[in-house]
């Protein structure tokens, strides 16, 4: 198995927070506070990754978290690690 980290960004929204990935398309998540939704979002990414894998589809290598653009008023950048 393999460990990566990933980029994301998390956003707060009115009732709950949700999370995303661009290294990822597609793949997101949301939860009542920024550590459930970065816990759901870790178990996310393990299974988009395995069904990449699975698919025979390449796994993209994380973006340094320094290129990640976001709007530091209504979100922040986090790394969740995963194993493939």
């Known amino acids: 198995m393999a460990k990566l980290k ?3 960004i998390l956003e707060k929204g009115k009732r709950n927070y ?15 506070t920024p550590e459930e939704t ?5 178990d996310a990414l393990e299974g988009h990754l ?3 894998k699975a698919d ?5 290598e994380p973006s340094p978290v320094a290129s990640i653009q ?3 008023t ?7 690690e995963v194993e493939i």
């Open 70 to 72: 976001f709007d530091p």
């Open 18 to 32: 949700g999370v995303y990935s661009n290294d990822i398309r597609g793949c997101i998540s949301t939860g009542r």
């Open 6 to 8: 990933y980029p994301v």
């Open 74 to 80: 209504t979100e922040s950048v986090h790394e969740v």
């Open 56 to 60: 025979g589809d390449a796994i993209p």
């Open 50 to 52: 395995e069904l990449m």
């Open 38 to 42: 970065l816990h759901n979002m870790k």
